[in-house]
């Protein structure tokens, strides 16, 4: 099998990236593993929100030259302040084109109410989840009774501290019942499932509407909606007030949908997924990837003009610790990482831990090296890369897109360039 680019890994990055180099009109295909750390997330999307030395940052793309100079190796600093400026736009647009609908622009980070009520510096944020200042004063935080992964009492009880009256409330949706017998089973996702269902979101309506009575703004968990958020503009149109969704713990509604609006447009552009398929080697000739070997296809080797890596961090097994080292499994690509293992991690648990900076070591069009020589064809992208601490400076889902519009960039003009 031949494509013009083979991209190992379908989370945000490699999505991105595939997306990106089927509209300029590659032929394209993802082999991916498993879930991605989407799966998993708030559904907000970190440009930047800290600076290495702790000073927070409010405009993203006025703090690149700053950044540069505390932490050269960043991923943004190797791509250049321009570079990731034109490509914040450019992700922008391209989400807009998945039809995947977020507020914030890069222009200035905003903050959204978290889980627990607090406020986070991010970038994007899905539509339905509320932020800060909140423009109401009292404000009824609904649970759903015997659902553990959302605690409205912690949220109302950070909301009284910003000084909103909040209130909670509890929705018994007796159609739930069958889930909430099983615990292992009442997580977000199921429960969406059932509420996207139109008969049920008509039981929904009908107990929201009578919650929404004595309140300026409803909040409830993201537990609708897992396709687009149709269900939740048919609920706030029966509502007299706003209805405002925060993520929940894992699995995450805002995130799986999307990974699904992103594989939707990657499959409308007449891309492949190989979906549960690993790739699990790869034949080099020079400086050149030639063949990659996944657990499907066997012996059959996948060809490509280009190779991107987008496996992911240590949660993706993308990169692994072992006990002489942290590695990259596929092709053994240059590591930058704290050398010993005692400086992996810092002993405070909440201070920032050094070994999430660790990661593939890559040039600035993001060419990755094995034993100092740079591969011609292969790209690495997302959070494999090195450089960066996604949670301390608040710029995890930001690396990815534009590290993934980066390369495709360098791809698209490298092929201009030879035509
Ligand atoms: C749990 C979690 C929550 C996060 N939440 C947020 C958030 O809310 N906001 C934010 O801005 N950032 C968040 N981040 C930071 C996050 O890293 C990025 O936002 C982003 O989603 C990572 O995307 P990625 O494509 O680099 O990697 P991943 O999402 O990890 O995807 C890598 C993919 O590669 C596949 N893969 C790995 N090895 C192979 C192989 N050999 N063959 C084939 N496939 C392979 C994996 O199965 C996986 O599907 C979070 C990170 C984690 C771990």
Avoid at 266 to 272: C, E, P, T
Avoid at 340 to 360: I, K, M, N, T
Wanted: some cysteine; hydrophobic content about 40%; charged content about 15%.
């Amino acid at each position: 099998m031949k494509f013009d680019g083979l991209i190992i890994g379908g989370g945000l990055a490699g999505l991105v990236c595939a997306i990106r180099l089927a509209e300029a009109g590659q032929r394209c295909a993802i082999v991916s593993r498993g879930q991605s750390a989407l799966h998993f997330s708030s559904g907000s999307l970190d440009l930047l929100s800290e600076l290495p030395d702790g000073s927070p940052v409010e405009s993203p793309l006025l703090a690149l030259e700053a950044l540069k100079q505390q932490a050269p190796e960043h991923p943004y600093s190797l791509m250049g302040a321009e570079s990731v400026r034109h490509l914040a736009c450019e992700a922008e647009a391209l989400l807009a084109r998945s039809h995947v609908q977020l507020h914030g622009s890069h222009r200035s980070n905003h903050l959204r109410i978290t889980p627990l009520g607090t406020q986070r510096a991010t970038w994007l944020s899905p539509s339905e989840v509320p932020v800060a200042p909140l423009p109401w004063k009292r404000v009824t935080v609904v649970g759903i009774a015997g659902f553990l992964d959302f605690q409205p009492e912690l949220v109302a009880g950070s909301l009284r501290e910003a000084d909103i009256d909040a209130q909670t409330a509890e929705l018994t949706l007796p159609s739930l019942d069958k889930l909430r017998n099983n615990p292992s089973e009442f997580r977000a996702t199921n429960i969406a499932r059932v509420l996207d269902n139109p008969e049920q979101l008509l039981l929904l309506i009908g107990e929201l509407q009578t919650l929404a009575q004595n309140t300026d703004a409803l909040f409830l968990p993201a537990c609708l909606g897992i396709e687009n958020n149709r269900s939740w503009q048919a609920i706030s149109s029966a509502l007299p007030c706003p209805l405002c969704l925060l993520p929940t713990l894992p699995p995450s509604v805002l995130g799986m949908r999307m990974y699904n609006q992103l594989r939707q447009r990657f499959q409308q552009l007449n891309g492949i997924l190989l979906p549960g398929d690993a790739v699990l080697g790869a034949e080099v000739s020079g400086q050149r990837v030639t063949a990659l070997f996944t657990r499907n296809h066997g012996d059959v080797p996948l060809r490509a003009n280009n190779i991107i890596l987008a496996s992911g961090s240590f949660f993706s097994s993308g990169l692994e610790a072992k006990f002489d080292g942290i590695r990259e499994p596929i092709f053994g690509l240059d590591i930058a990482a704290p050398p010993a293992r005692e400086h992996w991690c810092a002993e405070d648990f909440f201070s920032p831990q050094p070994y999430l900076q660790a990661g593939v070591r890559v040039d600035a069009s993001l060419r990755p090296s094995r034993h100092g020589q740079r591969f011609e064809n292969l790209y690495a992208i997302g959070s494999v890369l090195a450089g960066f601490d996604p949670i301390r400076q608040g710029c995890g889902a930001g690396v990815c897109v534009i590290s993934a519009l980066h390369a495709a960039q360098q791809i698209l003009e490298t092929q201009e360039a030879a035509q």
